[in-house]
T-cell receptor, first 110, second 115 residues
Framework: GEDVEQSLFLSVREGDSSVINCTYTDSSSTYLYWYKQEPGAGLQLLTYIFSNMDMKQDQRLTVLLNKKDKHLSLRIADTQTGDSAIYFC??????????FGTGTRLTIIP | GAVVSQHPSRVICKSGTSVKIECRSL??????MFWYRQFPKQSLMLMAT?????????EQGVEKDKFLINHASLTLSTLTVTSAHPEDSSFYIC???????????FGSGTRLTVV
């Protein structure tokens, strides 16, 4: 089945860039997503990328997709304390079901 | 933007009782709704997919008689945890799809504690 892996933890100094990585095994996904989850809350869609795209930028967020290596990354520029959260990548395979990564807890160091 | 309202946000119930969690799409029609369970410090586990007017499709290992899902309208799906036990304590999250592949919207989650 599908397998989506992420590093569990990432610590970044305030003002620096954060790069959260995600690797997946099934390359037939249609869309790939990044979600943010704050403590005790649901998931907030940050951005998504269609599988035929290599890069997408939206304000402070940049998504890079390397289909050959099955690698997806999310770069957050000028990281702020409000960016502290758990970030999940997710894949969709055209049947509306999402497969989530293991989640990366981003901690901001003042 | 699309909003999904999930209630209650937190519930504590006694072992053996049943708990109903509601998930409503407020400003769009949700053709499909999903129910997830999340254990502490873990990812989301899909429990079931429900389509309006039809029976839910449960993931392997999820007891359909224990986790009853009803999707009676295009704006409301409910998850009922029947005869709850302490091991059912978890964070339950719903999401709704309007049919567009980038249109998933999540509820704010329900923290269920069974004592």
């Amino acid at each position: 089945g599908e397998d989506v892996e992420q590093s569990l933890f990432l610590s970044v100094r305030e003002g620096d860039s954060s790069v959260i990585n995600c690797t997946y095994t099934d390359s037939s996904s249609t869309y790939l997503y990044w979600y943010k989850q704050e403590p005790g809350a649901g998931l907030q869609l940050l951005t998504y990328i269609f599988s035929n795209m290599d890069m997408k930028q939206d304000q402070r967020l940049t998504v890079l997709l390397n289909k050959k290596d099955k690698h997806l990354s999310l770069r957050i520029a000028d990281t702020q304390t409000g960016d502290s959260a758990i970030y999940f990548c997710a894949e969709n395979f055209g049947n509306e079901k999402l497969t989530f990564g293991t989640g990366t807890r981003l901690t901001i160091i003042p | 933007g699309a909003v999904v309202s999930q209630h209650p946000s937190r519930v504590i119930c006694k072992s053996g009782t049943s708990v109903k969690i509601e998930c409503r799409s407020l400003d769009f029609q949700a053709t499909t709704m999903f129910w997830y369970r999340q254990f502490p410090k873990q990812s989301l586990m899909l429990m079931a997919t429900s389509n309006e007017g039809s029976k839910a499709t449960y993931e392997q290992g999820v007891e359909k008689d224990k986790f009853l899902i009803n999707h009676a309208s295009l704006t409301l799906s409910t998850l009922t945890v029947t005869s709850a036990h302490p091991e059912d304590s978890s964070f339950y999250i719903c999401s709704a799809s309007s049919g567009q592949l980038y249109g998933y919207t999540f509820g704010s989650g329900t923290r269920l504690t069974v004592v």
